[in-house]
Structures are given as structure tokens and as C-alpha cells.
């Protein structure tokens, strides 16, 4: 209930340049977010992919509000690929696309040009051996952003889909996309969402989650676990070592800043774990929805917004 007030409270605009400009967002956002700029998250970059972890990156921003913006953010992410393929490790990295941000809301022609402008990312990524993986947003694009990464894997088949467990639709996506070679990322979602087409409760979700999961991890394909839930992880490992399968044949993935112990501790027990490292100034959509995740953060944050420390 906490964090959808929250959700709704963080689209105001009185309260988003309250929150840009208080004392101390600086502080707080850069616990989330891994960099302003490409160098930066890059050299974020290299200190995870030295501890033995992988990366995903993304650029922040969403909601292009004109053809310009979304060509803008494309280039952004060419620019970004060719730093990363100078490093070792760029065969390894996967990049995080909101197709909001190139362009899907833009009218009749959005989905179209979404796909046109992640279609370009996806050759710069096949170029040095990355890939790409398509974020979901709320609700109301998840028949377009699944028709667009079905077109994408025609050419690209190692492109990345996002399911969410709160969506009631989601153990039967789950169905449809655990195909051989389909790498699908499956997250508890983070937008808030009406009743009709979403779970409400964390108990039910939970239990949604490790449905889908299992039908992910008894698939063919390339499983994502997205989650900090200590059960929901457990349960990954659990079904992985019960159902046999090889520790490069799924991966745990996890948010810059959030249990950074824990992902330490997967590569360590021998699993693949990603770090999804946000990166950019366009940073208010994003911290929002980590700041409603967490009780606590939410206290720190609502004292911004009263102007308080
Ligand atoms: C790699 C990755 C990619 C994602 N991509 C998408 C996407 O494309 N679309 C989408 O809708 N959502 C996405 N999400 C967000 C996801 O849907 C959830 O909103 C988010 O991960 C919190 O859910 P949880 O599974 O960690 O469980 P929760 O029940 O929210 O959290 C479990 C525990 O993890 C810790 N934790 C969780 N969040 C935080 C936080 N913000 N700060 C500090 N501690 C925290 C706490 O200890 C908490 O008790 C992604 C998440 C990850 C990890």
C-alpha cells in the first residue's frame, strides 16, 4: 500500500523537482544508480567483471517524448558499446533497453520505431559478442514490447524478454517463451498496477513468482532470476541442482546497490550473477520505484520531500 503511494506521490510534478532539488538526493541516488556517465558505469564495470560477477547495463531514461529523444537515447547505447568494446570482457555484457525510451509511446508509429532503434542496438551488441535484453514496463506495453523482442529474435535470437510475476497474464507468457535459446528475465514487477490485471499482495506474487520460475527452470531456455528475495533465490538454487541443470545455462541477476554481499556470494557457490548497472542523469523513474521497494529508504526519502535530513 506504502509503495503504491508512493509510486503515485513520485508522478507529481511539484514532488519530482522537490525531490531533484533537495540537499542529499545526490547522495541517496548514487546508492542506485552506478554512474552519470559511460566511463563511469563502465569503470563499475570493471571491478564487478574482475570479482567474477557480469554486468547489464542501462541507460537511464523512459517515456521519449519526440523522435529526436529516442535517436538520442540509441546513440547513447552505440556510444556506450563502443567504449565497452575495448574492454576484456565485452563478449560477457548484456544491455537493458526501455523501448518507452526509443520511441514505443510515440503514437501509431512507436512500436515500429522502437523496434527500428533497438534494432540498431542489437547489430552494436552482435558486434562484439553482447546482447541485449528488453525491459517491460507497465502493463499496458506488454503486448507490444513481447511482439517487438519476437521480431527481434528472428535476427537477434539472443534477445532478452522481461516477465513479471504480479501480472496474472505471466505463468502462461512463461509457457509460451521457454523456448530453446530464449533468454527470458523473470522479475516480481515494479509499476503500480490495477487489480484487474495484476496481483496485489506480496504473499501472492511471491508464490506466482516460483510458478513461473519453475516453469522458466524446466524450459530449454536461458532463465534470468531477477529477485533479492532470499526464498525466491533459494528456490532458484534449489530447482537448478534438483533439475540438473549446468550453472551456464541460467543466471542470477541483481540491482546495482541492492544485496551487493549476496551477489558476491552466488558467484562464489559457483552461479552466474549480473549486476544491472543504471547509468545516465535521467535518474528520477527509476530511483523512485527502488526507493518504494525499501521501507527504510522510504523514510530517508520522505524527509527529503519535507525538506528535511
Ligand atoms: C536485474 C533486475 C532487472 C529488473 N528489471 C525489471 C523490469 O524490466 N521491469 C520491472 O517491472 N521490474 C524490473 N525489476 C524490478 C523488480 O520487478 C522488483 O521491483 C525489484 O527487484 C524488487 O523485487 P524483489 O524481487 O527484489 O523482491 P522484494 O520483496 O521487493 O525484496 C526482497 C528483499 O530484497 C531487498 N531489496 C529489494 N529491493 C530493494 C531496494 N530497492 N533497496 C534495498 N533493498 C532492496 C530487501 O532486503 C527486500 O526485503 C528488475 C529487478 C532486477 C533485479
Redesign the pocket.
Known amino acids: 500500500m506504502l509503495r503504491r503511494s508512493l509510486l503515485r506521490m513520485a508522478n507529481d510534478p511539484r514532488v519530482r523537482s522537490r525531490v531533484e532539488s533537495a540537499p542529499g538526493t545526490d547522495e541517496l541516488v548514487s546508492?542506485?544508480v552506478a554512474g552519470r556517465t559511460a566511463p563511469e558505469v563502465v569503470a563499475v564495470a570493471d571491478d564487478l567483471t574482475s570479482k567474477g560477477l557480469q554486468v547489464?547495463f542501462d541507460r537511464l531514461g523512459e517515456n521519449a517524448t519526440d523522435e529526436d529523444e529516442a535517436a538520442e537515447c540509441t546513440q547513447g547505447y552505440l556510444d556506450l558499446l563502443a567504449l565497452v568494446a575495448q574492454e576484456p570482457w565485452a563478449d560477457q555484457v548484456d544491455v537493458?533497453v526501455?523501448l518507452s525510451a526509443v520511441g514505443l509511446q510515440l503514437g501509431r508509429a512507436g512500436e515500429q520505431l522502437a523496434h527500428d532503434f533497438t534494432r540498431r542496438i542489437c547489430e552494436a551488441a552482435a558486434g562484439i559478442g553482447a546482447t541485449v535484453t528488453v525491459?517491460?514496463?507497465?502493463h499496458t506495453t506488454t503486448d507490444a514490447t513481447l511482439a517487438v523482442v519476437e521480431r527481434l529474435r528472428q535476427d537477434f535470437p539472443s534477445t532478452g524478454a522481461?516477465l513479471?510475476a504480479?501480472l496474472r497474464r505471466t505463468e502462461s507468457d512463461c509457457r509460451a517463451l521457454a523456448t530453446e535459446e530464449s533468454r527470458v528475465?523473470l522479475?516480481?514487477?515494479?509499476?503500480s498496477e490495477p487489480a484487474g490485471v495484476a496481483l496485489q499482495s506480496?504473499h501472492e506474487i511471491?508464490l506466482s513468482?516460483a510458478r513461473c520460475l519453475r516453469v522458466l527452470m524446466e524450459g530449454p531456455g536461458h532463465p534470468?532470476i531477477?529477485?533479492?528475495?532470499?526464498r525466491?533465490v533459494e528456490i532458484g538454487v534449489a530447482l537448478a541442482r534438483k533439475l540438473g541443470r549446468d550453472p551456464g545455462s541460467f543466471e542470477f541477476?541483481?540491482?546495482f546497490?541492492?544485496?551487493p554481499i549476496e551477489q558476491r556470494r552466488l558467484v562464489d557457490i559457483g552461479h552466474q550473477c549480473?549486476?544491472?548497472l543504471p547509468y545516465g542523469t535521467d535518474w528520477y523513474g527509476y530511483f523512485t520505484?527502488?526507493?518504494?521497494?525499501?521501507p527504510?529508504?522510504v523514510s530517508l526519502f520522505a524527509r527529503q520531500l519535507i525538506g528535511r535530513r
Do not use: I, N, W
Open positions: 546508492r542506485f547489464t537493458s526501455k525491459d517491460m514496463e507497465d522481461v513479471q504480479y528475465r522479475c516480481k514487477g515494479a509499476y506480496r511471491d513468482y534470468m531477477a529477485t533479492h528475495d532470499p525466491l541477476q541483481m540491482l546497490g541492492v544485496r549480473r549486476v544491472y520505484r527502488r526507493v518504494a521497494e525499501k527504510a529508504t
